[in-house]
């Protein structure tokens, strides 16, 4: 099987939307793009940190998905890292209430040596030289690298942030990143910029009005499905990014054509995301229903015009 190796926090997040709130329940950028990405043909592992307070029930549920979690280091007498978080009525905004960086503060990634071949890198939103760090680490060239990442590097550690894109095939970010990174309120115009700083694929997130993939003046747009309740908006990106490195990993395609497939896949998985609170929907996720779904985004794009 082919291997995905994944960077992203693994933590306890606490959410409040119009529809409830909860108390402290898993979450993380690696935790979501791991769920994701185990629902393809491949091997797994998540390079992140977490304290002795996390629960041996969430590293057995990652070990159950066929995730390798000997890089996911446990520190004794530590505390996991804890994001606490707001989203207004309209789901797309959010005050954040708390970040509690504990361990994260001086995570140093240590990527398995089974893992330092990955055919594919998904580099999950984490300060940009952890991220570097990792590609460092690789005793070969993957075939791809992905990198996530958002407007608090861009505010923080810029330089460091415009490094790491150096190095990286694809970015995936949203519509307000993308522009506050490239200057540029087009988002064609903002992917042209952002194509010049490294990445040959440039995808932006527009959450609910869906996703666009730029490659060398190559425009190809994938809608969100048109869903009937959102209750938590939380990893929903997360899980788009894994199920798109998770669809290119197991194919062993990294044309233009095959990231379209790619797009639709992670839109696809990111659509359950929101139905629950935190990672619940993505545990309890069946195959049958993902396939059902997939149907759908075909329905809902598909369309026969003479020209």
Known sequence: MNKLLIVGTVAFDAIET??????????????????????????????????????????????SRNIDISGLEVVKGGKTFFWSGLYHNDLN?????????NVLADFQPKVPQDFKTADVVMLGNLHPLVQSSVLDQMDVKPKLVVLDTMNFWMDCALPELLDVI???????????????????????????????????YVVIKKGEHGALLFHDHKIFFAPALPLEEVF?????????????????TQSENVSFENMKSAI?????????????????????????????????????TQFDIEI
Request: a negative charge.
């Open 232 to 248: 938590d908006p939380t990893g929903a990106g997360d899980t788009f990014a894994g199920g798109f490195s998770g669809f290119i």
């Open 93 to 101: 905004s959010r005050d954040t209430l708390a970040t509690e960086l």
């Open 264 to 300: 639709i896949y992670g839109s696809n998985l990111a659509s359950f995301c929101v139905e629950k609170f935190g990672t619940e929907r993505m545990i309890n996720l069946q195959k049958d229903e993902m396939i059902s779904r997939l149907q759908e985004f075909k329905s809902l």
């Open 166 to 200: 150096k190095r990286v095939d694809v970015i995936t970010i949203n519509d307000e990143e993308a522009r506050q990174l490239s200057g540029e309120y087009s988002l064609v115009k903002a992917a042209a910029k952002i194509h010049t700083m490294g990445p040959e």
């Open 18 to 63: 119009p529809f409830g709130k909860t108390d402290k329940i898993l979450g993380g950028a690696g935790t979501y793009i791991g769920l994701s990405a185990s629902n393809f043909n491949l091997k797994s592992a998540i390079v992140s940190v977490v304290g002795d307070d996390f629960p041996q029930e969430y590293l057995d549920l990652l070990k």
